[in-house]
Nanobody, 120 residues
């Protein structure tokens, strides 16, 4: 079993910054990719940033240039640095990890989500 724990959400004014963290723990042999999704009220969950084991990154257009995803493999942790936040960034943010367990099986797990609220 793999567990993802997110932290770092909160309330911030427009133009402010936050850093989200997501730590994976459990029977992990390797993590191939980690990603951040968000879901605003009444909207579908969307992928906004992803990072692979070789460090390649991808971003959804609305966050390019403002958000930065990174990972610390020694800690099985991914981070999402969010700058110049806008009210439309308000959502619940979820992390997701894809990898291989110590038992040799593929896994894909979600974190529980952390609320980010940006006031205007």
């Amino acid at each position: 079993q793999v567990h993802l724990a997110e932290s770092g959400g909160g309330l911030v004014q427009a133009g402010g910054s936050l850093r989200l963290s997501c730590a994976a723990s459990g029977s992990i042999f390797s993590i191939n990719a980690m990603g951040w999704y968000r879901q605003a009220p009444g909207k579908q969950r969307e992928l906004i940033a992803a990072i692979t084991s070789d460090g390649s990154t991808n971003y959804e257009d609305s966050v390019k240039g403002r958000f930065t995803i990174s990972r610390d493999d020694a800690k099985n942790t991914t981070y999402l640095r969010m700058n110049n936040l806008k009210p439309e960034d308000t959502a619940v943010y979820f992390c997701m990890a894809l990898g291989l367990t110590n038992g040799g099986t593929d896994f894909g797990f979600w974190g529980q989500g952390t609320q980010v609220t940006v006031s205007s």
